[in-house]
């Protein structure tokens, strides 16, 4: 296991959350974070089943990543 995390910005990303989830934690990582940005989608349930830490903040890629 790597000492690192892995912090995924999204907004509206059901159709492709899973399968970027499951390459985050192929390098095993400590953690893999799933910043959802608003997701109108099933974004948040996806990430959750694929075993990612999610966390909600307002939408835009920097303001996700420091939430992550």
Avoid: Y
Avoid at 43 to 55: K, N, S, W
């Amino acid at each position: 296991m790597l000492d690192l995390s892995v912090i995924i910005p999204a907004v509206n990303e059901a159709d492709n959350i899973a399968r970027c989830i499951k390459s985050a934690w192929a390098i095993r990582p400590r953690e893999v974070i799933v910043v959802d940005g608003g997701s109108s989608d099933a974004t948040v349930e996806l990430a959750t089943a694929a075993r990612a830490t999610v966390f909600r903040s307002a939408s835009g890629r920097a303001v996700q990543q420091n939430t992550g």
